[in-house]
């Protein structure tokens, strides 16, 4: 199969990228491919929404996987007076369900779904004609262009006194996850940022005790970054830095990591009212096995008897892609800064042949790059590079037949 244009990553990034590339520059759906190993396209968002408990997202109504900004709006429309709980405000921020059914509208809408490939890419090469891409069940896949849609969904964070080989500790995030305790038991959950407090609130609603383990306070933020970095107020300033170690640490600076907006936390502010929420600040020194469950042993000396352990504890720093990645760079030799990710120019190439999304664009897109308003600044420059490969090709096929 030699296509046009081959996305690697078949989530939010993925399914936004390829809409927009079918929808707005023209790309013939049988010139594009999806890899991804999941059973259908945005496998893993639906899984880990549904595992925290998300009732409504933290992007506002403008931030989906459509087109024009005001799709899911419109999508909505008439549904709301039935159903008024589908927005929250501030920012008419979308129910988890509305969302999900959207998804589901556009993957329909552009038929992504016949243009999933279930499969894992293992092994990537480039060169100026394009990219070959060797799959794990033994398929070879050649494109003229290769999108980089990874996430880091497939590394969670793992703390270092949090054993992987203990069936009463899970990370809510972790490839596979489909445990849930069993009821009424006594729960300790960590981490401090959103995804954190909704397992928590999640398992209250079901009727389990929990300890709530965070090593700072309840920090609150609307969003995981200023919108003033959606735009020139802050980006302004971030593109002119040349300084790629310094783009990191603006990145970093510029990032709620561990925090919790407003509606969360007030809901895990008055559950500490009752007495099946309780909340530590401090983080576990050390964990203990025994016959009734496990024991923590918090830096505030306290000690926590609890029969199970989830981890929220967010996702790894290091650049995803692992050995895919690794052996695309070899292959051309592709610039990293010193951090591990992608040096790319502002059409978020990486290569004249290979593009980026996610947390691999970061370092051109700034704090955003890893959300649904990252993926559509990043639908935006991949459109406009698709349109003027587009034109390139037919003014060379004119000269051609003259």
Not at 158 to 174: E, G, L, Q
Request: aromatic residues 6%; hydrophobic residues 40%.
């Amino acid at each position: 199969m030699n296509l046009d244009w081959l996305i690697i990553g078949g989530g939010i990034h993925g399914v936004h990228i390829a809409a927009r590339l079918i929808g707005e520059a023209g790309v013939k759906p049988e010139r594009l491919r999806i890899v991804d190993p999941g059973n259908r396209l945005l496998e893993c968002w639906r899984t880990s929404s549904a595992t925290t408990g998300m009732t409504h997202l933290r992007s506002p109504v403008v931030h989906h996987l459509d087109l024009d900004a005001g799709a899911l709006f419109r999508f909505a429309r008439g549904r709301t007076s039935e159903e008024p709980s589908l927005f929250a405000q501030p920012y008419n921020r979308p129910a988890l369900t509305i969302f999900n059914a959207h998804c589901e509208h556009v993957v329909e809408t552009f038929g992504l779904a016949d243009l999933h490939i279930q499969d894992r890419a293992l092994e990537c090469a480039v060169d100026n004609d394009g990219g070959v891409v060797q799959l794990s069940r033994g398929r070879e896949i050649a494109a003229r262009n290769l999108v980089l849609a990874i996430g880091a969904s497939e590394q969670p964070a793992w703390p270092d006194w949090a054993p992987r080989d203990n069936s009463r500790v899970r990370h809510i995030f972790a490839p596979g996850f489909d445990w849930w305790p069993s009821p009424s038991q006594t729960v300790a959950v960590i981490g401090g940022g959103i995804s954190a407090g909704q397992v928590a609130l999640r398992l209250l609603d079901e009727g389990h005790h929990v300890h709530l383990v965070s090593r700072h306070p309840l920090r609150q933020h609307q969003f995981d970054s200023d919108p003033g970095w959606l735009g020139p107020r802050f980006m302004a300033g971030f593109s002119r830095e040349r300084d790629f170690s310094r783009r990191r640490a603006l990145i970093a600076e510029a990032r709620h990591k561990g925090s919790v907006p407003p509606d969360v936390r007030e809901a895990l502010l008055q559950a500490m009212k009752g007495d099946h929420l309780s909340w530590h600040k401090g983080h576990v020194e050390r964990l203990d096995s025994h016959s009734g469950g496990l024991a923590l042993r918090l830096s505030t000396k306290t000690e926590l008897e609890v029969e199970s352990v989830l981890l929220a504890t967010g996702f790894s720093s290091q650049r995803p892609g692992g050995s895919m990645v690794e052996t695309l760079i070899a292959s051309a030799s592709l610039p990293c800064a010193r951090c591990g990710y992608p040096i790319v120019d502002s059409a978020l190439r990486w290569h004249s042949r290979v593009y980026v999304s996610g947390p691999l664009a970061e370092l051109e897109l700034g704090p955003a790059a890893r959300n649904i308003a990252g993926a559509r600044r990043a639908g935006d420059k991949l459109v406009d590079a698709a349109r003027v490969s587009r034109s390139a090709n037919a003014k060379t096929s004119h000269e051609l037949s003259r």
